[in-house]
Protein backbone atom coordinates (compact mmCIF):
# COMPACT_ATOMS: atom_id res chain seq x y z
CA UNK A 1 0.00 0.00 0.00
CA UNK A 2 2.92 2.29 0.35
CA UNK A 3 4.23 1.65 -3.49
CA UNK A 4 3.60 4.98 -5.69
CA UNK A 5 3.99 4.33 -9.18
CA UNK A 6 4.76 8.30 -9.41
CA UNK A 7 8.43 7.60 -8.67
CA UNK A 8 8.66 5.08 -12.31
CA UNK A 9 6.15 7.05 -14.25
CA UNK A 10 7.33 6.89 -17.81
CA UNK A 11 10.56 5.06 -17.02
CA UNK A 12 12.20 2.42 -19.49
CA UNK A 13 9.43 -0.35 -17.93
CA UNK A 14 6.46 1.82 -19.20
CA UNK A 15 7.74 2.81 -22.27
CA UNK A 16 8.22 -1.08 -23.23
CA UNK A 17 4.54 -2.08 -21.22
CA UNK A 18 2.45 0.66 -22.70
CA UNK A 19 3.68 0.64 -26.24
CA UNK A 20 2.92 -3.35 -26.68
CA UNK A 21 -0.67 -2.19 -24.52
CA UNK A 22 -1.31 -0.05 -27.51
CA UNK A 23 -0.48 -2.44 -29.98
CA UNK A 24 -3.27 -4.77 -28.66
CA UNK A 25 -5.75 -2.44 -28.23
CA UNK A 26 -4.81 -1.12 -31.71
CA UNK A 27 -5.58 -4.88 -33.16
CA UNK A 28 -9.19 -5.11 -31.22
CA UNK A 29 -10.25 -1.66 -32.75
CA UNK A 30 -9.99 -3.57 -36.18
CA UNK A 31 -13.12 -5.16 -35.99
CA UNK A 32 -16.47 -3.26 -35.37
CA UNK A 33 -17.72 -4.72 -32.23
CA UNK A 34 -17.42 -3.23 -28.91
CA UNK A 35 -14.35 -4.27 -26.46
CA UNK A 36 -13.27 -4.02 -22.72
CA UNK A 37 -10.56 -3.66 -21.50
CA UNK A 38 -9.97 -4.79 -17.66
CA UNK A 39 -7.21 -3.10 -15.76
CA UNK A 40 -6.81 -4.89 -12.68
CA UNK A 41 -3.65 -2.33 -10.99
CA UNK A 42 -5.05 0.77 -12.98
CA UNK A 43 -3.21 3.48 -10.38
CA UNK A 44 -4.08 6.83 -10.64
CA UNK A 45 -4.37 7.50 -14.62
CA UNK A 46 -1.93 10.79 -14.62
CA UNK A 47 1.20 11.40 -13.47
CA UNK A 48 2.48 14.77 -13.11
CA UNK A 49 6.42 14.68 -14.42
CA UNK A 50 7.44 17.65 -13.04
CA UNK A 51 5.64 17.13 -9.47
CA UNK A 52 7.96 16.22 -6.11
CA UNK A 53 7.83 13.05 -6.07
CA UNK A 54 8.61 12.13 -9.89
CA UNK A 55 11.49 14.75 -9.15
CA UNK A 56 13.19 12.83 -6.50
CA UNK A 57 13.73 9.68 -8.85
CA UNK A 58 13.44 11.20 -12.39
CA UNK A 59 13.47 7.72 -14.05
CA UNK A 60 11.07 9.08 -16.97
CA UNK A 61 14.74 11.28 -18.51
CA UNK A 62 15.51 7.35 -19.67
CA UNK A 63 12.35 6.24 -20.29
CA UNK A 64 10.09 8.54 -22.48
CA UNK A 65 12.52 11.25 -22.81
CA UNK A 66 15.27 8.89 -24.59
CA UNK A 67 12.12 7.82 -26.87
CA UNK A 68 10.62 11.64 -27.63
CA UNK A 69 14.36 12.66 -28.74
CA UNK A 70 14.59 9.45 -30.42
CA UNK A 71 15.21 8.96 -34.46
CA UNK A 72 13.14 5.24 -34.53
CA UNK A 73 13.99 2.47 -37.29
CA UNK A 74 11.70 3.59 -39.96
CA UNK A 75 9.79 -0.16 -39.68
CA UNK A 76 9.40 0.65 -35.71
CA UNK A 77 7.47 4.52 -36.25
CA UNK A 78 4.32 3.48 -37.24
CA UNK A 79 3.88 0.81 -35.08
CA UNK A 80 5.14 3.27 -31.32
CA UNK A 81 3.21 6.08 -33.65
CA UNK A 82 -0.43 5.53 -31.27
CA UNK A 83 1.55 5.81 -28.08
CA UNK A 84 3.19 8.72 -29.32
CA UNK A 85 -0.09 10.49 -29.96
CA UNK A 86 -1.29 9.84 -26.38
CA UNK A 87 1.99 10.74 -25.05
CA UNK A 88 2.17 14.46 -27.14
CA UNK A 89 -1.50 15.13 -27.10
CA UNK A 90 -1.22 15.40 -23.15
CA UNK A 91 1.54 18.01 -23.33
CA UNK A 92 0.20 20.35 -26.42
CA UNK A 93 3.33 22.74 -25.85
CA UNK A 94 5.66 20.42 -26.33
CA UNK A 95 7.20 20.28 -23.08
CA UNK A 96 6.96 16.63 -21.35
CA UNK A 97 5.04 17.27 -18.31
CA UNK A 98 2.26 14.82 -17.61
CA UNK A 99 2.54 10.74 -18.22
CA UNK A 100 -0.71 8.32 -18.59
CA UNK A 101 -1.04 5.35 -16.66
CA UNK A 102 -2.34 2.37 -18.15
CA UNK A 103 -6.57 3.57 -18.03
CA UNK A 104 -5.69 6.70 -19.36
CA UNK A 105 -3.61 5.41 -22.12
CA UNK A 106 -5.92 2.89 -23.37
CA UNK A 107 -9.46 5.25 -22.82
CA UNK A 108 -7.57 7.60 -25.11
CA UNK A 109 -7.60 4.95 -27.96
CA UNK A 110 -11.10 4.24 -27.75
CA UNK A 111 -14.15 4.35 -30.13
CA UNK A 112 -17.42 5.11 -28.76
CA UNK A 113 -18.34 1.44 -28.11
CA UNK A 114 -15.60 0.72 -26.30
CA UNK A 115 -15.25 0.72 -22.49
CA UNK A 116 -12.85 0.34 -19.47
CA UNK A 117 -13.04 -1.11 -16.06
CA UNK A 118 -9.80 0.03 -14.20
CA UNK A 119 -9.79 -1.30 -10.36
CA UNK A 120 -7.29 -0.04 -8.05
CA UNK A 121 -7.49 -0.96 -4.31
CA UNK A 122 -5.49 2.11 -2.66
CA UNK A 123 -8.61 4.32 -1.92
CA UNK A 124 -6.54 7.22 -2.29
CA UNK A 125 -5.42 6.43 -5.86
CA UNK A 126 -8.95 4.65 -6.55
CA UNK A 127 -10.25 8.43 -5.40
CA UNK A 128 -7.88 10.22 -7.56
CA UNK A 129 -8.50 7.67 -10.50
CA UNK A 130 -12.59 8.48 -10.07
CA UNK A 131 -12.44 12.02 -10.20
CA UNK A 132 -10.17 11.77 -13.55
CA UNK A 133 -12.89 10.09 -15.10
CA UNK A 134 -15.72 11.78 -13.96
CA UNK A 135 -18.80 11.56 -16.16
CA UNK A 136 -16.87 9.88 -18.72
CA UNK A 137 -19.82 6.65 -19.43
CA UNK A 138 -17.34 4.81 -21.03
CA UNK A 139 -15.18 4.16 -18.08
CA UNK A 140 -16.19 2.37 -14.80
CA UNK A 141 -13.64 2.79 -11.66
CA UNK A 142 -14.11 0.36 -8.66
CA UNK A 143 -12.25 0.87 -5.30
CA UNK A 144 -11.47 -3.47 -5.11
CA UNK A 145 -8.61 -5.88 -5.09
CA UNK A 146 -7.18 -5.95 -8.15
CA UNK A 147 -6.32 -9.66 -7.84
CA UNK A 148 -10.01 -10.55 -7.33
CA UNK A 149 -11.25 -9.13 -10.56
CA UNK A 150 -9.34 -12.08 -12.98
CA UNK A 151 -12.29 -14.10 -11.03
CA UNK A 152 -15.31 -11.63 -10.59
CA UNK A 153 -14.87 -9.56 -13.61
CA UNK A 154 -14.80 -12.15 -16.57
CA UNK A 155 -15.76 -12.49 -18.72
CA UNK A 156 -16.81 -8.98 -19.94
CA UNK A 157 -20.65 -8.43 -21.46
CA UNK A 158 -18.96 -7.56 -24.76
CA UNK A 159 -17.30 -11.20 -25.11
CA UNK A 160 -13.92 -9.30 -25.93
CA UNK A 161 -11.02 -7.66 -24.67
CA UNK A 162 -8.06 -7.48 -22.75
CA UNK A 163 -6.90 -8.04 -19.28
CA UNK A 164 -4.25 -6.31 -18.51
CA UNK A 165 -2.48 -7.26 -14.91
CA UNK A 166 0.36 -4.68 -14.05
CA UNK A 167 1.14 -5.55 -9.73
CA UNK A 168 3.38 -3.70 -8.15
CA UNK A 169 5.49 -6.42 -7.01
CA UNK A 170 5.89 -5.01 -3.40
CA UNK A 171 4.59 -8.21 -1.89
CA UNK A 172 5.62 -11.72 -1.89
CA UNK A 173 4.30 -14.19 -3.92
CA UNK A 174 3.33 -11.83 -6.83
CA UNK A 175 4.75 -14.46 -9.70
CA UNK A 176 2.39 -16.85 -7.89
CA UNK A 177 -0.20 -15.04 -7.81
CA UNK A 178 0.03 -14.08 -11.93
CA UNK A 179 0.07 -17.44 -12.32
CA UNK A 180 -3.19 -18.60 -10.05
CA UNK A 181 -5.01 -15.45 -11.47
CA UNK A 182 -4.43 -16.22 -15.12
CA UNK A 183 -5.89 -19.85 -14.66
CA UNK A 184 -8.91 -18.69 -12.96
CA UNK A 185 -9.04 -15.83 -15.18
CA UNK A 186 -8.73 -18.03 -18.36
CA UNK A 187 -11.26 -21.06 -17.54
CA UNK A 188 -13.89 -18.48 -17.20
CA UNK A 189 -12.75 -15.67 -19.87
CA UNK A 190 -10.72 -18.19 -22.57
CA UNK A 191 -11.11 -15.91 -25.32
CA UNK A 192 -9.52 -13.10 -23.94
CA UNK A 193 -6.21 -11.41 -24.23
CA UNK A 194 -3.90 -11.21 -21.30
CA UNK A 195 -1.21 -8.98 -20.70
CA UNK A 196 0.76 -9.72 -17.48
CA UNK A 197 3.74 -7.05 -16.74
CA UNK A 198 6.94 -8.45 -14.40
CA UNK A 199 10.23 -6.99 -13.41
CA UNK A 200 13.49 -8.59 -14.42
CA UNK A 201 15.24 -8.51 -10.69
CA UNK A 202 14.74 -11.95 -9.39
CA UNK A 203 16.45 -14.56 -12.30
CA UNK A 204 14.92 -17.19 -10.34
CA UNK A 205 11.57 -15.98 -9.44
CA UNK A 206 11.12 -14.95 -13.18
CA UNK A 207 12.33 -18.55 -14.28
CA UNK A 208 10.29 -20.54 -12.25
CA UNK A 209 7.42 -17.98 -13.49
CA UNK A 210 7.41 -19.02 -16.65
CA UNK A 211 8.24 -22.57 -16.17
CA UNK A 212 5.11 -22.62 -14.31
CA UNK A 213 3.62 -20.70 -17.57
CA UNK A 214 4.96 -23.80 -19.61
CA UNK A 215 3.28 -26.27 -17.64
CA UNK A 216 -0.24 -24.47 -17.05
CA UNK A 217 -1.79 -25.97 -20.10
CA UNK A 218 -3.17 -22.50 -21.49
CA UNK A 219 -2.22 -22.03 -25.33
CA UNK A 220 -0.69 -19.45 -27.31
CA UNK A 221 1.40 -17.48 -24.89
CA UNK A 222 4.19 -15.33 -25.87
CA UNK A 223 6.78 -14.31 -23.72
CA UNK A 224 8.51 -10.45 -24.42
CA UNK A 225 11.42 -8.63 -22.46
CA UNK A 226 13.70 -5.68 -22.88
CA UNK A 227 16.70 -5.81 -20.64
CA UNK A 228 18.21 -2.56 -19.84
CA UNK A 229 21.82 -3.25 -18.76
CA UNK A 230 22.64 -6.92 -16.99
CA UNK A 231 21.45 -8.57 -14.05
CA UNK A 232 23.46 -7.68 -10.65
CA UNK A 233 24.25 -9.10 -7.09
CA UNK A 234 22.61 -8.10 -5.14
CA UNK A 235 19.49 -7.83 -7.63
CA UNK A 236 18.11 -4.45 -9.14
CA UNK A 237 15.65 -3.69 -11.88
CA UNK A 238 17.62 -4.95 -14.66
CA UNK A 239 14.72 -5.00 -17.44
CA UNK A 240 10.73 -5.37 -17.48
CA UNK A 241 9.07 -8.74 -19.35
CA UNK A 242 5.44 -9.10 -20.58
CA UNK A 243 3.44 -12.45 -20.97
CA UNK A 244 0.63 -12.09 -23.39
CA UNK A 245 -1.95 -14.58 -24.12
CA UNK A 246 -4.09 -15.05 -27.22
CA UNK A 247 -1.65 -12.80 -28.83
CA UNK A 248 -3.54 -11.08 -32.09
CA UNK A 249 -1.37 -13.08 -35.07
CA UNK A 250 0.27 -9.37 -35.82
CA UNK A 251 1.81 -9.15 -32.86
CA UNK A 252 4.88 -11.37 -32.89
CA UNK A 253 5.90 -9.91 -36.43
CA UNK A 254 5.81 -6.55 -34.80
CA UNK A 255 7.38 -7.67 -31.76
CA UNK A 256 10.43 -8.48 -34.03
CA UNK A 257 10.66 -4.84 -34.80
CA UNK A 258 9.68 -3.18 -31.75
CA UNK A 259 11.87 -4.90 -29.18
CA UNK A 260 15.26 -4.89 -30.81
CA UNK A 261 15.05 -0.80 -31.56
CA UNK A 262 13.54 -0.11 -27.36
CA UNK A 263 16.38 -2.23 -26.39
CA UNK A 264 18.76 -0.08 -28.33
CA UNK A 265 17.12 2.85 -27.24
CA UNK A 266 16.66 2.18 -23.66
CA UNK A 267 19.91 0.05 -22.95
CA UNK A 268 22.74 1.42 -21.26
CA UNK A 269 25.19 1.80 -24.26
CA UNK A 270 25.87 -1.62 -25.97
CA UNK A 271 23.84 -3.86 -23.23
CA UNK A 272 20.29 -3.99 -24.12
CA UNK A 273 19.31 -7.02 -24.74
CA UNK A 274 15.26 -8.50 -25.79
CA UNK A 275 13.84 -11.61 -25.53
CA UNK A 276 11.30 -12.96 -27.46
CA UNK A 277 9.51 -16.83 -27.44
CA UNK A 278 6.17 -18.81 -27.45
CA UNK A 279 6.14 -20.47 -23.77
CA UNK A 280 3.18 -22.64 -25.46
CA UNK A 281 0.98 -23.10 -28.53
CA UNK A 282 3.83 -21.98 -31.15
CA UNK A 283 7.18 -23.88 -32.02
CA UNK A 284 9.74 -22.24 -29.55
CA UNK A 285 11.05 -19.36 -31.50
CA UNK A 286 13.50 -16.90 -29.67
CA UNK A 287 15.44 -13.98 -30.42
Request: aromatic share 8%; charged share 25%.
Amino acid sequence: MNYSHAFHAGNFADVMKHIIVTRLVDYLKKKDGAFRVIDTHAGIGRYDLSGEIAARSPEYADGIGRLLSAELPQKAKPLVQPYLDVIRGMNPDGKLKYYPGSPLLVRQMFRPQDRLSALELHPEYAKRLSAQFEGDVQVRVIHLDGWLALNAHVPPKEKRGLVLVDPPFEEKGEFERLVDGLLKAHRKFPGGVYALWYPLKDTRAVHDFTSALRDCGIPKILRTEVSVRPASNPPKLHGSGMIIVNPPFTLEAELRILLPALALLLGDPGLGRHKLEWLRGEEPVRS
